[in-house]
């Protein structure tokens, strides 16, 4: 009810306002609307043609694969000034002081810490909106590293945590002269609660100096993707130098990036949200503790731009969401589809390929099937058998040169080790490599099919984050792609590497789902493998991946002798009559390419002229923000709502004692609990009546003593960063809200895992 009382405040204030002789400065808005000061609102394109050729041939000539995406245009300015990079001093201070600025023989500013100097710089700042004369804006990169409270509360919200403080004062005395103090607006900011757990936010707040919200991190408006819990390239942050030496941490994975703090609360009041190096949102949060400081500081302000103290800089585009178009063709043949025979082979063989009675072939295949046995407490082991159809291969066409096409299997055909032994190895050395060249070679084409397959020279470089030797050139008939290929927008491939891209997505076939490998089961990804690079991670003992559309550059997790997916490549001479055009193939991500309106959110931070109006008995009410997007409510248990009287002025709001019932939470049927691997461990429960969302516990005592808790809105969690060999105990429970307090259901049973993989 807080928003109706605020509504009726500014209703209030604006008639006390006219009544009282004060003028609304309704004239001088309209003026400041009408100038141009060079900059705009972002700026999104669709269907922006990034790589190939714009013309799709409809006949049966192959064509290059055509890459589309959005294009994000964000406008810059540079306003004030803070320490970044490193610098080195012509003229070393004595005995300088920690934090201390000095000016170095040729006028630079430069300041002190830890030993090193860091050149006062311009801040660079991305625009998010502009109207009128008021530029809402973020800083482009990373500046600082703070704590968002100074001691271990229990709980806190931006209104109350020091972070808030050090940007309103440290920070901004800092970053800014008077004349630039002066052209930042005070700001009414909205301090809404968390929308997946609903956590307190608190009381609004007047801020020259803030951090951006959940709400405001999705608003497609301000140039942001509207899927927080994805990762974004809109999102992403590079931390200055500065920052780094202030505490902030580093993942290798992205380099230079780092993750950054917001305003909104966590899943509980002792966790405040955040980004991602990836760009993906955290609705769960970080724990504020006054240790906890390997998070960015990235602040947001409203300028006025008829203040003479700032300068355009630049613009900054973005790619993000590739959709590409491919030509496909089908060419060799293997094991693939489950099949039941019509006639069954006696006494089949493994690996065996037989002709059934109406001529379809099939192969032949054995594996191991396991589950926990909860008495014995260990995995009871199976050996089954099974008949796969051999069928035709479907191939992307990568690249069309004259007669040659670069072709990569659109699924996964097998499930093989790099290499059969743990060891430092390379592309040229390990037996994936003489498997592909010889078994799936004789096993996959005919002898006129491997005529019309391309001897290619083969180029294998170091990996080009951390320089592990990637191996002498080899020349291959089949061979898998690298790092540099599996990022290549002529390819048809995401140009960034560090991001999910359907592009980049291949499903598992029957066949290579029994061949020991990992097949996901996210519904978004359902049906996904985790597939095999030539190139070296971080070290010579393993070998890059693709997991399910992500890629990284170290290829930690995966041993060389670690069983994944292939994918195999190959140079076809397509003036062969032995290959036949399949189709085109669209990588489009459903979940993000397809139209749908949503609404458009009211900006949850609304700049007021200096000086501030504030009415004492009343709120300032504000336009409260629409959600991006909408989930489906759950039944909610029957409660009498307090009823709110609000008469005008009257700040002494009457309100009903609510008379409430006792809400009641059925037990949550908890159905699996599963090692995955990664040291993972995978939960899925039943969803229960009346339930806001979840709350999980885990430990590995069957008391729960040193436990760990995590809430969620889903059905289903996995449980991360858990110890090898170890035992587990998993229990979850719903909760419902009354009266603003969270009231939980009875624990599931008790179910036990062990960390095998």
């Known amino acids: 009810m807080r928003k109706v009382i605020k509504k009726a405040g500014v209703f209030a204030l604006t008639a006390t306002l006219v009544l009282t002789g004060i003028a609304l400065p309704v004239k001088e808005k309209a003026v400041a609307e009408t100038k141009d000061y060079g900059i705009s609102n ?27 995406g959005t294009v994000t245009t964000w406008d810059t300015i ?24 000095y000016t170095d023989s040729d006028g630079t500013k430069m300041v002190y810490k830890n030993k090193k100097y860091f050149k006062v710089e311009p801040i660079q700042w991305r625009v998010l909106s502009v109207d009128g004369d008021d530029a809402f804006l973020v800083s482009e990169q990373n500046l600082d590293c703070q704590a968002y409270s100074g001691e271990e509360d229990d709980e806190v919200t931006w209104e109350t945590c020091a972070l808030r403080t050090w940007l309103n004062d440290t920070f901004m005395n800092r970053a800014f002269s008077n004349a630039e103090k002066s052209s930042i607006k005070n700001t009414v900011v909205i301090n809404d609660n968390n929308p997946y757990y609903d956590t307190e936010g608190g009381n609004d707040t007047n801020d020259k100096i803030y951090l951006l919200s959940i709400d405001e991190v999705r608003n497609v408006n301000y140039g942001f993707d509207k899927k927080f819990d994805k990762d974004s390239l809109s999102r992403m942050v590079k931390n200055t130098a500065y920052a780094k030496e202030c505490g902030i941490s580093t993942e290798k994975e992205y380099p230079g990036n780092g993750m950054w703090l917001l305003r909104s609360p966590g899943y509980g009041g002792n966790n405040v949200a955040h980004v991602w190096y990836s760009g993906m949102g955290h609705e769960d949060g970080l724990f504020i503790g006054f240790n906890d400081t390997d998070a960015g500081v990235r602040p947001a302000l409203h300028l006025n731009l008829s203040a003479d103290v700032w300068k355009k800089d630049r613009e900054i585009r ?17 094991a693939k589809s489950r099949y039941t025979p019509k006639q069954l082979p006696s006494n089949p063989v493994e690996g065996k390929t037989y002709t059934d009675s109406d001529g379809t072939k099939m192969v032949y295949k054995e594996w191991i099937t396991g589950k926990w046995d909860e008495e014995k407490g260990e995995d009871i082991t199976e050996t089954v058998g099974g008949y796969f159809k051999v069928e035709p291969i479907k191939w992307r066409v990568l690249h069309i040169d004259g007669n040659e096409a670069v072709i990569l299997a659109d699924n996964n055909l097998d499930g093989q080790p790099y290499n059969d032994e743990y060891e430092n190895v390379t592309w040229e050395e390990c037996t994936l490599r003489n498997w592909l060249n010889n078994t799936f070679y004789n096993h996959a084409f005919t002898t006129e099919e491997q005529k019309a397959i391309i001897t290619t020279r083969v180029t294998n470089v170091a990996n080009p984050y951390y320089g592990t030797e990637g191996g002498e050139d080899t020349n291959d008939k089949i061979y898998l792609l690298s790092f540099d290929e599996v990022q290549n927008t002529a390819y048809g491939f995401d140009g960034e590497y560090h991001l999910y891209s359907p592009t980049r997505e291949a499903k598992n076939t029957d066949y290579t789902k029994v061949c020991g490998v990992k097949t996901d089961t996210d519904p978004n990804h359902e049906g996904s493998g985790s597939w095999w690079l030539r190139s070296p991670g971080l070290y010579s003992y393993r070998a890059l991946n693709v997991m399910y559309g992500w890629y990284s550059n170290h290829g930690e997790g995966t041993s060389v002798n670690d069983c994944n997916t292939v994918r195999p490549v190959l140079h076809l001479n397509i003036t062969s009559s032995l290959w036949e055009k399949e189709g085109k193939l669209v990588s489009e991500d459903q979940s993000e390419n397809e139209e749908k309106d949503f609404p458009t959110p009211t900006p949850t931070a609304v700049a007021t002229p200096t000086p501030t109006i504030v009415a004492t008995s009343t709120p300032i009410g504000l336009p409260s923000q629409t959600p991006l997007t909408t989930a489906t409510a759950l039944p909610t248990p029957t409660e009498k709502t307090p009823s709110v009287v609000n008469s005008g002025n009257n700040s002494n709001a009457i309100q009903s004692s609510p008379k409430i019932k006792t809400i009641e939470l059925s037990q949550v049927p908890l159905t699996t609990v599963r090692n995955v691997k990664g040291r993972r461990i995978y939960l899925k429960w039943k969803k229960v009546a009346g339930a806001k969302g979840y709350q999980l516990q885990y430990a590995t005592s069957k008391k729960f003593k040193a436990k760990k808790t995590k809430s969620t809105t889903k059905t289903k969690y996995t449980v991360k960063k858990l110890k090898k060999k170890k035992t587990y105990y998993m229990r979850v429970r719903a909760y419902t809200l009354s009266n603003g307090k969270k009231v939980y259901g009875k624990w599931s049973a008790i179910k036990k895992v062990k960390v095998r993989k």
Do not use: C, M
Request: proline content about 9%; glycine content about 4%; aromatic content about 10%.
């Open 318 to 334: 973005k790619v993000k969401n590739y959709v590409t178009t491919w030509d496909t063709i089908t060419f060799g043949t293997y």
């Open 78 to 101: 540079s306003f004030g000034s803070y320490p970044q990079s490193e610098y080195t001093p012509k003229q070393t201070p004595e005995n300088p002081i920690s934090e201390h600025e």
């Open 42 to 68: 972002p700026r999104v394109e669709k269907d922006v043609l990034i790589s190939g050729n714009e013309a799709v041939d409809d006949s049966d000539k192959l064509t290059n694969p055509i890459v589309k």
